[in-house]
């Protein structure tokens, strides 16, 4: 595995345990080259998948910009990273399963937005209002209007 830090090619395994949800490996891993300690996790990969875009566009699932969108959703709120963990497993589980290779973008958008209804309701409109696209203040005051009796606040 190449160091993400100075590009060495030899890094070299210091722990290895799986995870919480036993869904991967996680790696710790030592670079004699400059030093530096980093992370991997290695998953079981079932099927290559594509999201089709709204404009027909095909693109590899990337599981990373899942979780980067998720994670911008959370930003500054009291989410624990396992909790994300299993959001972005739980949602790759369900596309696997479903058994169809080409997986529409709208899809993915409603199940993030499912998993941050229940899991906090300001990333929940956070995620909304791109995903949405919200353009004025008003689309945020009808939204929230929509979730009525369903929020703790």
Avoid: W
Wanted: proline letters at 4%.
């Amino acid at each position: 595995m190449r160091c993400p830090f100075c590009g060495h090619e030899d890094t070299q395994v210091k722990d290895s345990r799986p995870t919480e949800d036993n869904s991967a490996i996680r790696r710790r891993r030592f670079c004699p080259s400059c030093g530096s300690r980093f992370t991997t996790f290695e998953r079981v990969q079932l099927r290559d998948m594509m999201v089709v875009k709204k404009n027909g566009q095909r693109t590899p699932f990337d599981r990373e910009k899942l979780r980067r969108s998720i994670e911008i959703a959370v930003r500054k709120r009291l989410v624990e990273e396992d909790r994300i963990e299993r959001i972005v497993n739980g949602i790759q589980r369900r596309l696997e399963s479903s058994g169809e290779s080409d997986i529409p973008s709208q899809m993915i958008g409603e199940m993030v937005m499912e998993a941050l209804r229940g899991l906090d309701p300001v990333a929940y409109v956070r995620f909304a209002s791109v995903y949405k696209n919200f353009r004025e203040a008003k689309d945020f005051e009808t939204f929230v209007e929509t979730l009525g009796g369903d929020s703790d606040g």
